[in-house]
């Protein structure tokens, strides 16, 4: 008994003293990180939408080059996802939408700092893999042809984009034949990587994986758009960096960057 | 433990223990805080909770079946086989246990979707396609399952006294009667936790399953999926359904109670 407890507390101290020097670790490791101007880096946390990824991650470059001691740090999901995060009390400093509810849900809740400004719109393509196994050429298709059909889930910006446009066209797809992708991006794999015979993905995603996918145009309901929106959070942590983040974003830099990508201008 | 016993630990063992503890013990109090009971039956016989509480059942269930109907041969062989294959072979069978279930996910697509040779062989010959199925499903719940079963059965196989069979042998048994009437009866509770740890584990798989067979309504959205779906959508009806998983594991671990104690 008795050297079943010694065991135990050795089990104990030696899991406490991992976790200890563990721990001790991570704060060593700050200041070799640090740059050689002696301050800290002033970290700066963006929440954007999934489909935003490669425009965010070359601002967040640039921006990065413009302050020197700044490091940003990108998370990307579903605009959905990423407010709730927010509505929770993750720190974000600024947050980039994929459409106007979730900027609005966050300013109801009295945690944005002014007001969102619309950056870009964006609409969608039907994706099929490249090739186009299935012989898919219009929207109508995917309510008669054989197999899975990639979509967002419902409540995520795309998905709720998708819903728009197939009530438009009068498309209805079962839903035993609709997988859902928690956002634009893992919607977009499920058609590139996986074995889905179409999705509706953002134009703007689809011209990522363009070596995979081919796209049909959406013809019957060209003026389907969402609008992106881009706004600084009130409790910011770190302050006055996220209006000038925003500023960067909304400024010609960020707006070429956008173009560049695909998205269309605001209205 | 005794009282006296209770007074002679150390409190370095005692803080630990509590860090521990509450590692544990505060997400579940934060998940019963987070719970709407009100409207929880509700939120539980909607048809979406209904649709992925049957799903998931099914899975899982078909999932541990096809662990103990391949997985018993296995961990026989892994016991009882000699070479040394053996602990490559052990290694290999292992590796779901400590894989991320999503590079499971990322494996098993890369073997069977419809642009990997084996996948569209599958398809071309029989008209099957297991991404986005609840074949797909019932595979990749399988896959991180299996090792569940394999390693408890293993285990009961090795710490049989081998003189057992031997016995059997000398009164005349064949090696396949000594197997069925003496090793089998003496390892089942073994295998029934096994099977019962194999479920368990496939109830709650999401990564391999998202990541291979997708989020399909009634076909593929198991519990997890739905409760990951529902998150965005309906948060009480996310809580409602993870609640009914911590449930399901508790009756698990209550179940198999004392199984998991040392043999001395």
Redesign the interface.
């Known amino acids: 008994m008795t050297d079943r407890r010694r065991a135990v507390t050795a089990g104990v101290v030696g899991a406490l003293t991992v976790f200890i020097v563990g721990a001790a670790g991570c704060t060593d490791a700050d200041p070799v990180e640090r740059p050689t101007t002696g301050t800290a880096p002033t970290e700066l946390t963006v929440s954007a939408a999934a489909s935003l990824t490669e425009s965010f991650e070359a601002l967040a470059e640039r921006f990065e080059a413009d302050h020197p001691g700044t490091d940003v740090v990108l998370t990307f999901d579903s605009s959905t996802a990423l407010a709730d995060q927010i509505l929770e009390g993750a720190p974000v400093d600024v947050f980039a939408s994929a459409d106007t509810a979730n900027p609005t849900r966050l300013a109801e809740a009295g945690l944005t700092d002014g007001e969102a400004v619309a950056i870009a719109r964006n609409r969608l393509a039907m994706v099929v893999p490249a090739g186009n196994p299935a012989g898919v050429d219009d929207l109508a298709d995917l309510a008669t042809l054989e197999g899975t059909v990639a979509l967002c889930a419902e409540e995520v910006p795309c998905g709720k984009l998708a819903a728009t446009v197939l009530d438009a066209a009068g498309v209805t797809v079962a839903a035993d034949r609709v997988t859902r992708g928690q956002n634009a991006r893992a919607t977009l794999a499920a058609v590139a990587d996986g074995d889905a015979v179409a999705g509706l993905v953002y134009v703007t995603d689809a011209a990522v994986a363009d070596d995979l996918l081919d796209v049909v145009p959406i013809e019957s309901v060209p003026d389907a758009t969402t609008e992106l929106q881009v706004v600084a959070l009130r409790d910011a942590p770190a302050g006055a960096l996220a209006a000038e983040l925003v500023e960067l974003i909304v400024g010609p830099v960020g707006q070429a960057e956008l173009r560049r990508a695909g998205f269309l201008s605001p209205r | 433990m005794n009282r006296r016993?209770v007074e002679r630990?150390?409190p370095?063992?005692l803080a630990?223990?509590a860090v521990a503890l509450a590692l544990v013990v505060l997400p579940l109090v934060g998940l019963l805080t987070r719970v709407r009971w009100s409207t929880l039956a509700e939120d539980l016989t909607s048809r979406a909770a209904l649709d992925a509480l049957r799903l998931s059942l099914m899975c899982s269930l078909l999932a541990a079946a096809i662990s103990v109907v391949a997985g018993t041969p296995l961990a026989w062989l892994l016991a009882r086989g000699r070479g040394r294959g053996r602990s490559l072979l052990r290694g290999l069978v292992l590796l779901p246990m400590v894989l991320p279930p999503v590079v499971g996910g990322v494996a098993l697509?890369s073997a069977f979707?419809?642009?990997s040779p084996i996948?569209g062989w599958l398809h071309d010959t029989f008209g099957l396609?297991l991404?986005?199925s609840t074949a797909g499903a019932v595979l990749a719940e399988a896959f991180v399952a299996l090792p569940f079963f394999v390693v408890t059965l293993e285990g009961a196989l090795r710490s049989l006294d081998p003189g057992l069979e031997e016995d059997a042998a000398s009164l005349g048994a064949g090696r396949a009667m000594a197997a069925r009437r003496v090793v089998l009866p003496l390892v089942a509770p073994a295998a029934a936790s096994g099977a019962v740890l194999a479920w368990a584990r496939a109830l709650g798989e999401f990564g391999a399953t998202v990541t291979f067979a997708?989020?399909?309504?009634?076909?593929?959205?198991t519990l997890p999926l739905a409760v990951?779906?529902l998150?965005?959508?309906d948060?009480d009806a996310a809580v409602a359904l993870s609640l009914v998983l911590v449930a399901v594991s508790l009756v698990v671990i209550v179940a198999l109670r004392g199984r998991w104690a040392v043999r001395r």
């Open positions: 016993g630990t150390s370095l063992v630990g223990s697509l979707s419809l642009r996948g396609q991404t986005f997708g989020n399909v309504e009634g076909r593929t959205r990951a779906l998150l965005e959508s948060r």
